[in-house]
């Protein structure tokens, strides 16, 4: 008989201490083992945030503190991945509060 294993539950907060993109990727990396701690650029951490939810019986959940001292641009390039990753991933990524800019 083969045996399953259980289901990863990582809880990732993201508050105001994370002020550059970098202190994102770090934080959900550190948290949810994405396979890097460090990352070029959003589609490097696109990509293996992706292929974690997709590959790993995991639920991951953000929980979306204060993203006021994020940049205006990674911060809606966060809300947007959040979106997109989410309607991929329903089961296995939820957002709290939900990303609504």
């Not at 990509?47 to 790993?56: H, I």
Request: glycine letters at 2%; hydrophobic letters at 40%; aromatic letters at 10%.
């Amino acid at each position: 008989m083969r045996k399953t294993k259980p289901t990863e539950v990582f809880a990732v907060d993201i508050d105001s201490s994370i002020d550059t993109c970098d202190k994102l990727f770090s934080r959900v990396t550190d948290v949810a083992y994405l396979g890097y701690g460090t990352f070029s650029g959003w589609d490097a951490f696109i990509e293996m945030f992706d292929d974690r939810l997709q590959w790993s019986d995991i639920e991951l959940t953000i929980r979306n503190r204060a993203l006021s001292q994020l940049p205006a641009r990674d911060r809606q390039v966060w809300c947007d991945v959040l979106r997109d990753l989410q309607a991929r991933h329903p089961a296995k990524l939820k957002v709290s509060p939900p990303v609504d800019l």
